[in-house]
């Protein structure tokens, strides 16, 4: 390894690019290195930070919304004489208003899911490693790429925008199911949708360069069987953004032309709004948006969760010191829950009246698609045995990964069969069953992404001592605020209600008594005291992340060498942080992405592009 | 290290990098088109009986476009070929050519907009329709205030249901002649827009997204046809490598008119 650093001695973005066509500039300066640069690198932790504070932004909302939730109207402590002086009489007395809280439900799940954790999941880590794994100078379209990025800005700052707008923010759920959200009196709808599709077109453009990165640029002998799980993951991904997110696009035109040109796309015949007939042509169909919106919003959560598992595995390799077990079962179930993650989108709609032999389809494809789930999940669990495991920060969270992902996956089985589901729907127990996918599922695979991959962007390691304080806290933080929603959800609490349940549940046991299935008890309605200041806490140990990540990065410990880790896979094997165009010379890979402790080898790791002796 | 396979192809997948990508772009128009066109399929699909329109629109001036795009799509190939054997005047030739066709095609479709938007079915106070292109309305008409009167070139029928199927063999026997009401007999009034029938909604989308597509082909052509030419001078099979993307992408678009054209103006 010391050799190499020798060799290849780390570039900055300005020394001379080696026949780059789209620099011919020296010295391109601060906006073209750090801005407007082409560069996958630079790109990447450009979508890293803009998704992180997205994250950070999404759960504080999440943080006024818990307030409220456990107490209704009671004004909110710090926030709320700002949040009332910026937003007027949606937030009176600094307290929220239905209508904000609304809003902010929606901004929350959409900024989540669209803003942050793909952003961050997919095209932050695959821009990262992706050039740097199949040994490639960047990625396939370094233009593309950074227009990618330019949309995404764009359609974030158009959503955080509708905030401020008359009538606040998208009210109608991250899902904006018609003709609620055509007939809700904001225009924050139409930031929404408009947002949408910067959002979508960014991530198209996206999906386009990797796998045209995958495909072309793979460099000599990386064959696709010797591609780390990671690119297979971001790889398939890729494929599902490609193929799911423009049905979404034109959804969203077609709701765009329900708000603007007064379309009824989705607004059936008959259509009443506030007791009046609404003024519209009908004849729309409202099941139309919920079959566009789930055929993107189904595979959309295998692009929140395969990437994880490409990063869960790329470390788990790493810190066992064991080939995956594995490898191509690996690869083959991420392509079969990317073919099938198409199939099952209608799971999501017992409750529409679509009918039950539909229903029984989706249901028996929602039970095939968990199979392959299993599969990955089982291979990593396997890969443990009888290892001896390094247990630092990236693989604690990635460690964590696999219950937590666990629970959210076996917690979905109930949902995914449709008798069950009657029950369940639209309770709390949804919202801690895809939480726990999400949240300390994919999140924590990322929080693992981000301590590992780290050294390699900046030359230093994070701090270990509050990487644990930042482990232990968010895992048991996170299962104190999910964990009671089960509870919650079983016992009949629906979502959405702006206080919590506190008037429908007071309403319904007053007027029947006990015997009233659905009225909430009072130990229900309390666990929210407990998940709020579960929230706050795990807001308070992301703290020691936040500023360890800042400070680390010229502060932290230098690293020793290119490879800290002693990884196998190329991303290691280039100079610290990669140069412009990230190998001085294409590499030449040997062997499989994970021969860790193959015997009769002198050192427990070999690297690909290592010739064979 | 450099950047690999922007002009030669790849040796295992025989696919320079652009031309993947475009491949790949297309993938997702198929996918953004399909989209709306199985929203057309539910739409019609879920229409009460009868009140799903046919013939609309006019087939010659819809005939007339499908042609005009075709031919585009040849001169294309002419020029991307012209490129291939070095002959850059033929080049230009053609994708002239092909920029004028693109303009005449959005004029076309243009003045078929036009026509929807002067067109006007007005429910009477009488209960029947009248239904035709506006000829004039007089300089005091306000339908709020119930004053004035429009004249329409058109006819009039008892139900709504009569105004859908304009192929049925009796709809060529419908005698049009200017009408004039006053606006004290108006009950409703209302254009061909996107907002009067699903159908409208998802042809002004459809053909509205496609002639977007159609633009900004032209767009890119244009520029691929003027100062991006310039490549020609110093990277000649990088150029026509260009030619040959943006010519897939034209030849997407004028496919999905190909399935436009029967879905919207003849079933």
Redesign the interface.
């Known amino acids: 390894m010391e050799k190499l650093v020798h060799t290849f001695p780390p570039r900055r973005e300005h020394e001379t690019a ?4 789209d620099h011919a500039h020296h010295d391109p300066g601060f906006w073209r290195t750090y801005i407007f640069s082409p560069d996958h690198k630079v790109i990447g932790i450009q979508y890293g930070l803009t998704s992180l504070g997205f994250m950070l932004f999404g759960f504080f909302l999440m943080l006024l919304m818990r307030w409220q939730i456990s107490k209704p109207g009671v004004p909110i402590p710090l926030f709320g004489p700002l949040l009332e002086k910026v937003l007027g009489s949606a937030a009176p007395h600094g307290a929220l208003s239905p209508d904000l809280y609304n809003s902010f439900g929606a901004m929350h799940g959409t900024i989540m899911v669209f803003l942050a954790v793909v952003p961050l999941a997919f095209v932050a880590f695959s821009n990262l490693v992706i050039p740097l794994q199949i040994g490639a ?2 990625m ?2 370094p233009r ?1 790429n950074m227009a990618s990025y330019q949309a995404f800005v764009i359609g974030g700052v158009v959503m955080l925008t509708s905030f401020f707008i008359p009538g606040g923010a998208a009210q109608a759920g991250w899902t904006s199911y018609s003709p609620l959200a055509t007939m809700i009196p904001t225009d924050g709808q139409i930031f929404w949708l408009v947002g949408m599709v910067f959002i979508i077109t960014s991530g ?1 453009l996206s ?3 990797f ?2 990165t995958v ?3 793979r460099a000599p002998g990386m064959t696709w069987m010797r591609l780390p799980f990671f690119v297979w993951a971001q790889f398939v991904t890729s494929f599902l953004i ?6 979404l ?3 969203a ?2 709701q765009l ?1 329900d708000k603007v ?5 989705f607004l059936p ?1 008959g259509l009443a709004v506030g007791g009046q007939l609404a003024n ?6 409202p ?2 948006w919920q ?2 919106f789930w ?1 993107l919003g189904h595979p959309e959560v295998y692009v929140l969760i395969l990437p994880a598992m490409g990063i869960a595995c790329e470390i788990i390799a790493c810190n066992t010191r064991k080939p995956i077990w594995g490898y191509k079962s690996l690869v083959y179930s991420a392509l079969a829950i990317g073919f099938l993650s198409f199939l099952v989108w209608a799971h999501h709609m017992y409750l529409t009246g679509m009918g039950t032999k539909v229903a029984v389809f989706f249901q028996t494809t929602t039970m095939i698609i968990s199979i392959p789930s299993v599969i990955i999940l089982t291979c990593f669990l396997i890969s443990l045995w009888g290892s001896s495991i390094r247990f630092n920060t990236p693989m604690l969270f990635a460690l964590a990964f696999l219950p937590m992902f666990g629970m959210g996956g076996l917690t979905g089985l109930p949902l995914g069969f449709n008798i069950s589901d009657v029950h369940l729907h639209d309770t709390y127990y949804i919202i801690a069953h895809f939480h726990y996918v999400v949240a300390p599922g994919t999140i924590f695979a990322l929080f693992a992404g981000i301590y590992f991959w780290f050294p390699k962007m900046t030359g230093r390691m994070m701090n270990e001592f509050w990487g644990r304080v930042h482990f232990w806290g968010s895992l048991v933080f996170m299962n104190v605020v999910f964990m009671p929603m089960f509870k919650q959800g079983m016992a009949g609490m629906l979502r959405r209600m702006a206080d919590g349940g506190a008037n429908y549940s007071a309403a319904v046991n007053s007027k029947a008594g006990a015997e009233v299935i659905g009225g909430l008890s009072r130990n229900n309605m309390e666990l929210h005291t407990w998940i709020l200041w579960g929230a706050c806490v795990l807001g308070l140990v992301q703290i020691p992340f936040i500023i360890n990540f800042f400070w680390s990065i010229k502060h932290g410990k230098k690293v020793d060498s290119d490879n800290p880790w002693n990884a196998t896979t190329l991303d290691w094997q280039t100079a610290t942080p990669p140069p412009h ?6 590499p030449r890979v040997y062997r499989g992405p994970y021969e860790y402790s193959v015997p009769g080898h002198d050192k427990d790791f070999t690297p690909q592009n290592e010739p064979p002796k | ?6 002009v030669e192809p ?1 040796r295992d ?1 025989g ?1 320079y ?2 031309k ?2 475009i491949w ?2 297309l ?3 198929v ?6 066109f199985s ?1 057309y399929v ?2 019609r699909v ?3 009986p009868g ?1 799903w329109p046919h013939g609309w629109l006019n087939v010659y001036i819809g005939t007339a476009n499908t042609i005009v795009l075709i031919t585009s799509s040849i001169t294309t190939v002419m020029a991307w070929v012209s490129c291939k054997q070095r002959q850059f005047g033929r080049f230009k030739f053609f994708h002239a050519l092909t920029i004028l066709l693109a303009m005449t095609f959005v004029c076309i479709k243009s003045y078929e907009y036009h026509d929807k938007f002067t067109h006007y079915e007005i429910t009477l106070a009488s209960g029947k329709f009248a239904d035709g292109h506006l000829v004039e309305k007089s300089k005091d008409f306000d339908l709020a205030k119930k004053t004035g009167r429009v004249t329409i070139h058109g006819y009039e029928v008892e139900h709504e249901v009569e105004l859908m199927d304009m192929q049925r063999p009796e709809a060529r026997n419908i005698h049009r002649e200017e009408i004039t009401i006053p606006a004290t007999d108006i009950k409703k009034m209302e254009r061909y ?6 159908y ?3 042809y ?2 459809l053909t509205g ?1 496609h002639a977007f597509h159609v633009i900004c082909g032209a767009l890119v052509i244009g520029f691929l046809w003027g100062p991006g030419s310039r490549m020609w001078k110093t990277d000649p099979e990088r150029f026509t490598n260009r030619i040959e993307v943006s010519g897939l992408f034209w030849h997407f678009v004028d496919l999905v008119w190909i399935f436009l054209f029967p879905v919207l103006y003849l079933l």
């Not at chain 1, 080696?18 to 066509?21: E, F, I, R, Y």
């Not at chain 1, 165009?581 to 294409?586: D, G, I, T, V």
């Not at chain 2, 290290?1 to 922007?6: A, G, K, L, N, V």
């Not at chain 2, 827009?193 to 699903?198: I, K, L, N, R, S």
């Open positions: 080696h026949g780059h066509d100078p960047d396939a379209f593309l198209l999906a386009v360069n796998i045209a495909i072309q640029l490609l193929l799911a997110f423009p049905p696009e034109a959804a035109v077609m032309m040109a007064h379309t009824s796309f015949t519209v042509s009908g004849g729309g169909s099941l139309l079959h566009l055929f165009s990230n190998f001085p010379e294409a | 290290m450099d950047f690999p396979y922007i790849r997948t696919l990098n652009a993947l990508g790949l772009f993938a997702s128009e996918m953004l088109f399909g989209a709306l929203a539910l739409l879920g229409a009460d009140m827009g996107p907002w009067h029938h699903t409208l909604a998802i002004f989308t997204l």
